[in-house]
């Protein structure tokens, strides 16, 4: 576990958010053609009604939700100084997304790079930022873009009905209320929730058996998700509280406190379980699932955008968020607006 910010006196404020979601929607009962399954199971196990999906590249996604969060700053695209993207569906291996993000939306003064922390990637990015404004940069653009369709296994009906497509983004600077974060890895779950990249086939060595070299199950086939639901929903109600908790200790204060949490959408039954670890109401917990279902790191800035769009991310709130996803990874940061 890494030790999260004692630097109260330096923080970090939100000077701008957008989103963006795609027009196709995916009802449950659209998924009952294509797997076995019912709009009954998937609300009562997940509590998803319907996600949105597109064909469009991630970065497309990422450009419109910047252009969204630039609007709301007022500030414009020269005026950044980095841009962090987070995402596990980049549409090129290389260059990052936020390079290509950082030419097309013209901001020529941002440095640019990706960050991959799988769900918990935001706010790895909010940790990262609020690094980055101590040693004097001043707007920091955040986006998280996942276009989880595309690596999505539309054979496997325990995962296929969990995904959807979005983009959410912040625009953040430097602030004198205080961030405190609490971040964490745990390496040895890695083989429970990950997809495989495609093995290119190379012609002067002989085909390499990838279980030969991870200790991965050989469950499916490279390019798509596979997940072992049970060990993730675990690892995930622990951490989910562990995180908020002591994010909330570091910030000086306690997860009652908090005006606003949003965490990130999985399963509508892990953020009532932190909820009730916590000792909190569950209406204290943002939630969008019934509309979006999981869209991995776009989660958080999503749900963040919507409740500015909303006018309730008003100054002297504070707001806790809380993430968790492959790796095993998870992560909770703590600010005041
Ligand atoms: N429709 C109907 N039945 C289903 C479906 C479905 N879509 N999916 C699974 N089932 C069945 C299973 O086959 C199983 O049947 P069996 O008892 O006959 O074997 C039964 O339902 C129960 O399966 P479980 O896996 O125990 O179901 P569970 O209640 O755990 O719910 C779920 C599964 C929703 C995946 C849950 O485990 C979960 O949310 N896990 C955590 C997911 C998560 O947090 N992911 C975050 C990271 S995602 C990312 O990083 C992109």
């Known amino acids: 576990m890494q030790d999260g910010r004692k630097d109260y006196f330096m923080g970090l404020k939100i000077l701008g958010t957008g989103y963006y979601l795609p027009e196709t929607i995916v009802t449950n009962e659209d998924y009952t053609r294509i797997v076995e399954t019912s709009d009954e199971w998937i609300v009562k196990r997940t509590g998803m009604k319907e996600r949105r999906i597109t064909e469009q590249p991630t970065h497309v996604m990422a450009e419109r939700a910047a252009l969204k969060a630039l609007e709301n700053a007022h500030i414009s695209p020269e005026e950044l100084d980095m841009i962090l993207c987070t995402t596990v569906t980049s549409d090129y291996i290389t260059p990052s997304m936020a390079c290509i993000v950082q030419g097309n939306i013209g901001a020529k003064n941002a440095i640019a790079l990706d960050i991959n922390a799988a769900c918990a990637a935001f706010v790895y990015a909010m940790d990262m930022a609020h690094m980055y404004l101590q040693h004097g940069y001043k707007k920091i653009l955040i986006i998280s873009a996942e276009g989880l369709s595309k690596i999505t296994d539309y054979t496997d009906r325990s995962t296929c009905v969990l995904f959807g497509d979005a983009a959410g983004a912040c625009i953040v600077g430097w602030s004198d209320k205080g961030f405190a974060s609490v971040l964490g890895s745990d390496g040895t779950g890695a083989h429970t929730l990950f997809a495989r990249r495609p093995l290119n086939d190379i012609p002067f060595v002989e085909q390499v058996d990838p ?120 992560g909770g940061c703590v600010f005041e607006l």
């Not at 390019?223 to 639901?229: E, F, K, S, T």
């Open 211 to 330: 279980q030969s070299v991870d200790h991965f199950p050989d469950v499916n086939r490279p390019g798509v998700l596979y997940m072992d639901g049970r060990e993730v929903y675990k690892f995930a109600v622990g951490a989910m509280s562990h995180a908020l908790r002591d994010a909330s200790v570091k910030f000086g204060t306690t997860p009652e406190a908090l005006d606003i949490i949003v965490p990130h959408q999985a399963n509508l039954r892990i953020i009532q379980s932190a909820a009730k670890d916590l000792g909190l109401p569950v209406e204290r917990f943002f939630v969008n699932i019934d509309k979006c279902g999981n869209t991995s790191s776009a989660c958080i800035p999503v749900g963040l955008a919507q409740l500015d769009e909303a006018g309730e991310l008003t100054p002297g709130k504070t707001v806790g968020l809380v993430g968790f996803g492959a790796g095993l990874v998870y």
